[in-house]
């Protein structure tokens, strides 16, 4: 009898055609997925599905309370609650899975696969999404470090006129924290005036020509209770085509979900662009939708990478360069090809920041 097991185990038994010419596996992912891609390589030559691959990579992340843009450790909502986005893709079977404003669960890329596998659903969102998750035998647990929650207060006290006394440099949150280090006062501040994005997708080729992708983020920082960004949004922040190849995005998601950008690259590929021209192109849809009016482009980045079915790879941002405290530096991704450790490589990009 038909079930919706045997179905995908159907579809993931059917061979796809090889990677013409050396097929090898190949991982990619945003910039801080060196660790991911090295763990989701291993997972690959240890004959792994591709899935399963990307999703042991980017729980490395997950897990991670220095990476403030994904799960444990992700910054805050305005109420300083953090509410987790995530989506995979799996070429081989055709399916995906989402999840969007979950709460309390660390690993919301396992969740997402789960609504993949056991249900008939694409997407759950909050309340529903962490019941489901909870009866999936996921733990409830707070998701907000102590760094996050100072990155929090120091926000609020310096947007939020009842939380203000003039508060107005980190010398005055050292009076909320007088424990906390000057870095720690320092990093709490330049969150609290620079909301940042952040989030890791990661995509994976094996020498099968099987794909699949996973994006997953604690989104925004300082959102609006529910806001959900591209990240979960099959089609804006992931995108697996196992015919053509596959697509993600870091970066304001509000700007990639008006382009449906991951599913525009995938498009772009089909149509017989290379995954640079690809990304290009859709950054240039984005620029349209200003007007190229670089003052107003430059207030917020976007990121694509692009990995097609023939090995072919890249990785594209609106804006090449950002600052940092030790200065200038490239954009990059990070690509792991087989050969040994992952590495850091440029990416393509639209304009360039003076
Ligand atoms: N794309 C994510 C979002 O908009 C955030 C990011 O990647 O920085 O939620």
Redesign the pocket.
Known sequence: MWSRRSWIAGAAAMPAAAQPGGAKNIVISSANGIACCNIAMAHMRANKDTLDAVIAGVNVNENDPNDD?VGYGGLPNEEGVVEL?ASVMHGPSRRAGSVASIRNIKNPSKVAKLVMTETDHIMLVGEGALRFAKSMGFAEENLLTEKSRLAWLAWKKSHLPNWTDGVDAPMALRRLFPEASDELLAYAWDRAKNPP???INCLALNAKGEMSGCTT?S??AWKIPGRV???PIIGA?LYVDQDVGAAG?????EE?IRVAGAHSIVENMRHGMSPKDAVLDVLKRISRNFNDDKARLTKFDINFYALRKDGAYAGGSLWNGQLRRTGFVSRQFAVNDGSGNSRLENCVYLYERK
């Open positions: 843009s986005d994005t952040g989030t983020t989104g925004l960004g591209d990240s922040g995005s870091t970066g304001r998601g990639n």
